[in-house]
């Protein structure tokens, strides 16, 4: 098991920045792969960013693709988020989530655990 906590969330004027931050319980973290998800009003949740267990492998939404950049700290148990540039569509609330496996994966169904989300809003 399991459990991601979210942090870093909040309100900035569009083409600032913010670093979302991802803590995960369990002695386990460097066996996971993780994901950055968002959701925005009335959307479905879609694929951010995803990192393999060893940071080597990263893969990014086309939308975000050059303004945000995943990476993970395997002592700290700790997945990051940097979002740099942000727009006013960034406006969504924010998962981290883990999946049972060293491979990255962009799929919503890939990710076994999830946190509690964190809110982001970009104002234009």
């Known amino acids: 098991q399991v459990q991601l906590v979210e942090s870093g969330g909040g309100l900035v004027q569009a083409g600032g920045s913010l670093r979302l931050s991802c803590a995960a319980s369990?002695?386990?973290?460097?066996?996971?792969?993780m994901g950055w998800f968002r959701q925005a009003p009335g959307k479905e949740r879609e694929f951010v960013a995803t990192i393999s267990w060893s940071g080597n492998t990263k893969y990014y939404a086309d939308s975000v693709k050059g303004r945000f950049t995943i990476s993970r700290d395997n002592r700290k148990n700790t997945v990051y988020l940097q979002m740099n540039s942000l727009k006013p569509e960034d406006t969504a609330v924010y998962y981290c989530?883990?999946?049972?496996?060293?491979?990255?994966?962009?799929?919503?169904?890939?990710?076994?655990?999830w946190g509690q989300g964190t809110q982001v809003t970009v104002s234009s």
């Open positions: 989530a883990a999946r049972k496996t060293k491979v990255a994966g962009t799929g919503l169904y890939d990710y076994n655990y």
């Open positions: 369990g002695r386990t973290f460097g066996n996971y792969a």
